[in-house]
Structure formats: C-alpha cells, structure tokens
C-alpha cells in the first residue's frame, strides 16, 4: 500500500507495528484511566521516544479494511432477481440503447427558451424514447442489449450555491444534486428492470464533463444493486474511452470531449488489438453534441473502416443556450440494432 507521509521505510515499519502493538495501546487506557479521560474519545495521539515522535492513529480505516466495509454495505442491501431463462437465438442480434446527454437536473422555462425543461420532462423522455426503440426493434431475435449509460446523465457535478459542472460552470438547475442522483438512479433501474425481460443488459459507462465524479458513482450504484443477478452487467470503471465486441462488430464508447476525432479509429486499433483483429466492422458512438454528426473513416474502397457518429439528445435548451442560438436540433433517444453483418438498423426516436 503506497503510503502518503514523506518517511523511511524502517519509520513506517515502527509505525505499522506501534500501531498493532497491544501493549501500547494498553498503556494507552491505562494513562486515559489515570487522568480521566474516555479512552473511546481517543482518535489521535503523540507517541515519543528517544529516536522518534510518532503521530498516531489508532482508530484508523486501512484499505483493505474500508474496501472490506463497501462489500459488506453492498452485501446487506443489494436486491435479488430471479432467474430468468431466455428462448435461444439461431440469428441473436444486439440492441444498443444510447439515451444520450439526458442531463437530469437541467432547467429551462418555456417564456424564456420556447422550452420546458426539468427533472420529470428528462425521466419521462428516456422512458418515451427507449420504449419507442424497443417498439422498432421488435422484428429483429434480440440475444443482448447493450444500455449506454452515463454521458451527462446528471447536469451538475457540484453542490452548494453554484450548482455547477465537473469544472464548476454554473447552471440552471430544476431541485438539489441529492435529488438528482436518486432520481437517475431510480431511472435506470426503471429502464434495466424493463430490458431484462427482452434479453440480458449489458450497462456500460461513460465518464462525461458535466458529471464526472457523480456520474462514476451512479454507475457504481447502479452495479451494486445488480450485483446479485446474472442477466446485468455493468462497465463502471473509469477509463474514457470502452469497446464492446460483438460477433462481427467492434464499438467504441466516448462522451465526445477526450479525444480528437481523426485519431479514433487509430486509438481502436492501437488500445484493443485482438477485438479489432477479430472484427470486420467498427463503430464509435459519441455524444456531447446533442446533434447528429457522422464520419466515415475507410480502410480499403470495398471494406468498411471505422463509422464515428454523434448521437442526438433528448434534453431541452436551458437559457445560456438559447441565448448563444444553440437551438433547433431534433430532440431524440437513438438505438442500433447488429448483428454479424454489422450495424443493419439505426432506430430514432423522435420528441
């Protein structure tokens, strides 16, 4: 374990083994008895001798110990599911379900940017729009579904007064950040419970600007109450950019922020090696636009290279936007549908 003060190797030592000595602490409660004092009021204490003066901390969390305390939390309070057998698939196809840049939390009023905007106009939307998809995928023998999560889920990554993003730009919020995360998190289990009875999710996160760290943590919460079921799976590390392979295809997963989009393909190659080897078709699904862009990067004249495509957003304009005339895009949820021929359907939306 890396440790955080600037000492020796041999302190450390000393340290770690003050720290387990019993006798130590003995002495310890009997100083405490002696003068008065609750030993339980003890959580720091200066400990001197002849080669060192030591600061110590008897009742703190190690590691292990705190990582130890989140599995036991998680444990005690994550739902069970049943087991749910799916008919086989000759000709499995996969659903990508992308709720793009929903920004829970958003505000925006309708006598000031032509549109209403709030916490319930953001849940019903997602609601609305995966619900259409699923109602356009329904010719298609769905083996898997790949739900995109994160990609400014939630508006503000900051509390207090400035209700502001990851780097603090302040925004026009609809209640508090608390309010925020439950709700998406609420949201999402909502969403999951209604695709697990089509097929197994696969939930896959993507780290974005607005939310950053509450992001992250909802991708946690959501993994920690499907901890206990077979038929999800969710992808909450931090890394920016994800791959998914699927039979013939390879999907990259970005917010749209990180990287520069000429070097895309070339990061896909470079960082999953084996699954572009072992692909014949590839994609990347960016967001952080709110409008649909697309780009064709070919390898040859005859076989397709990487598709790099900016997915609409469900969200409505809040007043900054309005105001800079960033107006007038479709508002949509967007879906894919694969199978070993590659992406064959592209499913939208519409609000």
Known sequence: MNKRYRLKQDEWKLIDEYRADKEAKSLLAGECEEVGIDINSVSHYWYKSKKFSIFAKPNEFTRNEFLKSIEELISNYSPSYPQIDYPKREDGHLLIINPADVHIGKFADSLETGDDY???????????????????????????????????????????????????????????????FTEALELYVEIVEMLIQIAPVDCVHSMSNHDYMSGFHLAHALKSWYRNTDSVKVDAEPKHRKYYSWKNSLIGLTHGDGAKLNSLPLHMAQEEPIMWANTKYRYWYLHHLHHKQRYKFMSSFDNIGVTVEFLRSPSGSDSWHYQKGYTGSIKAVEGFVHNKYGQIAHLTHIF
Request: charged residues 30%; contains cysteine; hydrophobic residues 30%.
């Open 118 to 180: 709030n916490i319930e106009i953001a849940k019903e939307r997602v609601r609305e729009g995966v619900k259409g998809i699923l109602r356009n995928a329904e010719g298609y023998p769905l083996e898997k579904i790949l739900f995109c999560i994160g990609n400014d889920i939630l508006h503000t990554d900051t509390s207090l007064s400035t209700n502001g993003t990851t780097k603090g730009t302040p925004q026009d919020t609809d209640g508090k950040w608390f309010r925020h």
